[in-house]
């Protein structure tokens, strides 16, 4: 017991921040800490362990963590990407638990915890069209309710912490079955301390008319966010899963590692959007993969607005005939952030068919990378892929790049590639603006008509809150 | 396997990657200085068993304002076995400029191929009209005895089938 | 005779043409007509042995010689010309160039390449059709109007024994409608060909006269007249053949 830090409720007051705790950032708020208690900085062998006993999990997902732990050690940083030599894994508590127990109502969760939320807008989210919240509050599924006709389909939602004791088998089949220890220094790390996240199973022909979403945040200084998520859409379901979230500004970095492992099974429809807005002191890295099997669909709707630096590139991997993979991406990169995000599409069979849309924003110094690869196998015949990346740069400081890299080992394909970086015409913004927009309207505006065709593919409170934050982001206002 | 790497703003180049040959070829345009003006288009023929890497590069910096850079590369795998790596990268540290790039790689349009059939053109002679014609694009900006040179290697490498 | 013995098509797995069967012989003028969605371009694409087109059953025959099995080129060579509804581009393939290849495949005699130009020269006039063309790009960046006129130059150079012309009239205004339909009905009479024209309006009849006409309906021929049946068509439209 010696080895774990009693903390008691200290007021943990960041100068950053107003009495509100609405500083230069909109999100920008903290908690007060009142944890049971908190991990040591740092990673080592006995956390893992820790961890795992923490959650009461069975031995196998031990062997798992400490699998990961080891590789982790191994395994080098990327020498590509974004800047990464700041960080410091010493530096981080691995494992935060809240006094919360899962709660089924939102009455019953913490006025804390529920303010935080409240600042977040999820009241709005727990209404009719929803199907259920599992919501993460420092590493822990704090509140969870499950929509009985969910349940009546046979539909599993629920925090990976609970899948794990609840639903051992199903986990264990497929649990780092696409994004093994050893894939990257990240997946590894996640593997050993990974804490929430959300576990989904939707069963044959069951169609999830309502989106699943989930919340979470970080909120302690030197706090990393390890979730990992597992869906599973059985032959012939269809799930559209949400997930978005935002931090406030720490003085110190955060790193957000998690790792999302998706299985469509034949002739199942899996959609995954996120929206990120990590404040601008955050490492997001993450890695989303999903395998598709024959005459499956899988789409990514990944939206980048916040951290330092975001590396991310959601990846299908066509597995059976006439698999489809979608990857629609959006990076906005303002003063001093990177986002280096792009989408990797893998052909195995034949008739498999992808489409990359990403469309990037730099400006005020920020830098966008698109970031992607499309490869296709011996055997994919009549594979067909089609990639566009368009770029806006707003002013001369800022950057944008574009590295895609398409592989191709079978002749009878058809592959087409293109890439355009721009700036904002200035007879758009002439226009605009005789019509009585100030400039910094006209520009939002045409920035939210350049990234329009991914947007209107958002569920509608994000593409609102997208709209805005990109209006705010002109104005000068954020960031 | 020797890997070229060609440094230049503006660059036509038909190339025919014959049958078990392997090309490993990079092109890289570099702006520094304002209004810079390129093209670079790469148009490839791979034969059965042959291996292209092709890489370009564009790269504008922070003081070459009002530039307008183009990179295309058309990649046509003609036979068994062939296979293309198509990389190309943009890399802009300034606003106010025109950058694109476009990379396609596939097989002979089939309906091309039947269009020229249907005139009773064997498939052999339409697919050789039809790869002749993907390359002339290039062929007919670049100097007469370089195209002769890859007209000639391209009706070789034909004959031996793919 | 250009024979079509009961001929089931599908594409993409649906099924298009459903028991078709028609006769033409040498120097007649056929006209199919029909609604759109009639499957009148599958008949014309699945006798040129375009891939996409698979046979299900049934047999076509152009002079006792059974060619559903056959290559595109194949059938060419046993006098088969397709006029296209779209034709297609081939940039970077010099028009003259691919007319002279059709011309050497089809005429296996020692015409040499300066006699076929000023040959063709001369019937580019007969179709005024723009001899600037003949150097540019198979198609490339050619109007409606002169890709139609193309198509009817290649004929001319296929020397075909049988001709199936797909909408030849879609999209050409009067005086390019009235040249083509002129030049083909004269080549036709001229050379004894079997024309298989396929049109939804009956303008272009007008021009070419036909001695027999076919009304298609969901894949097949649903009624089968002489000129008159077109009169009927214009007063009553294609609801005439379900009477």
């Known amino acids: ?479 | 396997m020797n890997k070229v790497i060609i440094k230049k703003q503006n660059l036509m180049m038909a190339l025919v990657v014959g049958r078990g040959e392997t090309v490993d070829l990079e092109t890289i345009s570099e702006y520094k200085m304002p209004r810079g003006r390129g093209e670079i288009v790469v148009k490839a023929v791979v034969m059965g068993k042959g291996s292209l890497e092709l890489k370009g590069m564009i790269k504008i910096g922070e003081k070459a304002v009002l530039t307008e850079a183009f990179l295309r590369q058309n990649i046509l795998l003609l036979g068994e076995d062939a296979k293309a790596t198509a990389v190309p990268e943009l890399e802009i540290e300034t606003d106010d400029v025109k950058a694109s790039h476009a990379a396609t790689v596939g097989q002979i349009d089939k309906e091309q191929l039947f269009y020229l059939t249907s005139r009773g053109i064997s498939q052999g002679v339409a697919t050789k009209m039809i790869v002749e014609a993907f390359l002339e694009e290039v062929l007919s900006q670049i100097d007469s005895k370089e195209a002769e040179i890859i007209r000639v290697k391209l009706e070789r490498e034909l004959s031996y089938g793919y | 005779m250009l024979k079509i013995e009961k001929l089931n098509v599908s594409v993409d797995n649906k099924k298009i043409l459903n028991g078709l069967s028609l006769e033409i012989k040498p120097g007649e003028v056929h006209a199919v007509m029909g609604p759109n969605g009639s499957g009148k371009s599958t008949l014309a694409y699945t006798l040129a042995g375009h891939p996409k087109y698979k046979v299900e059953s049934g047999k076509i025959y152009i002079d006792k010689n059974e060619i559903q099995e056959m290559s595109p080129d194949e059938r060419a060579n046993l006098g088969l010309f397709l006029a296209m509804q779209y034709p297609v581009a081939v940039p970077g393939l010099t028009t003259f160039s691919f007319l002279w290849q059709i011309y050497k495949n089809r005429n296996k005699n020692k015409t040499k390449v300066v006699e076929f130009r000023n040959w063709l020269l001369k019937q580019s006039e007969v179709l005024s059709l723009n001899p600037e063309l003949l150097k540019r790009g198979l198609n490339d960046g050619f109007s409606g109007g002169e890709k139609k006129k193309l198509e009817i130059l290649q004929m001319i150079v296929s020397s075909p024994k049988y001709i199936i012309l797909d909408e030849i009239d879609s999209g050409l205004d009067v005086d390019a409608l009235k040249k083509i339909a002129q030049t083909v009905a004269k080549i036709a009479k001229e050379m004894n060909i079997g024309v298989l024209l396929i049109t939804h309006y009956s303008r272009i009849l007008d021009y070419v006269k036909a001695d027999r006409v076919h009304i298609m309906r969901e894949g097949k021929m649903v009624e089968s007249g002489g000129a008159d049946l077109v009169i009927k068509i214009e007063k009553e439209g294609y609801e005439v053949s379900k009477k």
């Open chain 1, 1 to 479: 017991m010696s080895r774990f830090a009693l903390i008691n409720s200290k007021n943990n007051k960041n100068t950053r921040l107003d009495q509100n705790g609405l500083g230069d950032y909109k999100y920008g708020f903290s908690m007060p800490e009142n944890y049971v208690f908190k991990s040591k900085k740092g990673l080592d062998e006995e956390v893992v362990k820790m961890i795992s006993a923490m959650k009461k999990e069975p031995v196998w997902m031990r062997e798992k963590r400490l699998k990961g732990y080891r590789v982790f050690g191994e395994k080098k940083m990327p020498d590509w990407g974004g800047d990464l030599s700041k960080i410091d894994f010493n530096d981080i508590f691995y494992y935060i638990k809240p006094n919360q127990k899962v709660e089924k109502s939102w009455d019953d969760v913490p006025k804390e915890v529920r303010d935080t939320y409240d600042k977040l807008g999820i009241p709005e989210a727990e209404k009719e069209f929803l199907g259920g919240v599992k919501a993460q509050y420092e590493s822990e599924v704090v509140y969870g309710s499950l929509r009985k006709d969910l349940e009546d389909l046979g539909i599993i939602f629920c925090g990976m912490d609970e899948a794990v004791v609840k639903y051992p088998e199903l986990v264990e089949e497929y649990f780092g079955k696409i994004i093994p220890p050893g894939d990257n220094k990240f997946a590894a790390l996640n593997t050993a301390v990974w804490s929430g996240g959300s576990f989904v199973y939707i069963p044959k022909g069951v169609k999830c008319d309502k989106p699943l979403q989930a919340y979470f945040r970080i909120n302690s200084a030197n706090m990393g966010q390890f979730e990992r998520t597992l869906i599973i859409v059985d032959e012939g379901a269809y799930v559209h899963y949400v997930e978005g979230c935002t931090a406030p500004i720490y003085t110190t970095d955060s790193l957000h590692a998690a790792v999302v492992e998706i299985f469509v099974k034949k002739g199942g429809r899996c959609r995954y959007t996120t929206i990120q807005n990590w404040s601008t002191n955050v490492y997001n890295l993450v890695t989303k993969r999903a395998w598709v099997e024959e005459d499956g669909v899988m789409e990514w709707v990944d939206g980048n607005l916040g951290s330092k630096l975001t590396m991310k590139y959601p990846s299908v991997f066509l597995a059976g005939k006439r698999a489809h993979g979608e990857i629609l991406s959006i990076a906005v990169a303002g003063k001093g952030q990177h986002q280096d995000a792009g989408g990797k599409c893998i052909h195995l069979a034949a008739e498999t068919t992808s489409r990359i849309i990403s469309k990037s924003i730099s400006f005020r110094g920020g830098r966008s990378s698109y970031r992607g690869m499309v490869t296709m196998n011996k055997g994919a015949k009549n594979a067909k892929s089609k990639v566009v990346c368009d770029a806006l740069i707003l002013d001369r400081n800022s950057r944008s790049d574009t590295y895609p890299v398409n592989k191709i080992f079978e002749s009878e394909v058809s592959l087409e590639h293109e890439a355009t970086v721009s700036k904002i015409g200035e007879e758009q913004l002439f226009y605009l603006m005789s019509r009585g927009f100030e400039e910094h309207e006209a520009e939002a505006m045409i920035v939210n008509g350049f990234i329009e065709p991914i947007v209107k593919e958002l569920p509608m409170e994000y593409s609102i809150e997208l709209n805005r934050l990109i209006n705010l982001q002109m104005e000068g206002s954020v960031g």
